[in-house]
């Protein structure tokens, strides 16, 4: 099943360092945005998400904070795909 994390911790522990999203490989064409609370993007992964965000931008750490996300599920066999989106917390 899919699972998105509604928060993540990025600060160096080995705990919660990255947005790991489980549940994506049903949908291998999958587009994920992050955006700021004034709608700027600051992740666009067009390739399936593969690698787990880090909450960098430009490899600069975010600030703790709300962010809001876009999940395009695509690419799935059964014809299921469909856009979720919601908020997501970095707690630093």
Known sequence: PLKVPNAFTPNGDGLNDVWLITGLSKYPGTKVKVFNRWGSEILV????????????????????????????????????????????????
Do not use: C, H, Q
């Open 45 to 92: 992964d067009n390739n399936g998400y593969r690698v787990a965000w880090d909450g960098t931008s430009n490899g600069v750490p975010l600030p703790s904070g709300t962010y809001y996300y876009i999940l395009e599920l695509k690419g799935s066999a059964d014809s299921t795909d469909k856009t979720i989106s919601g908020a997501l917390t970095i707690i630093r």
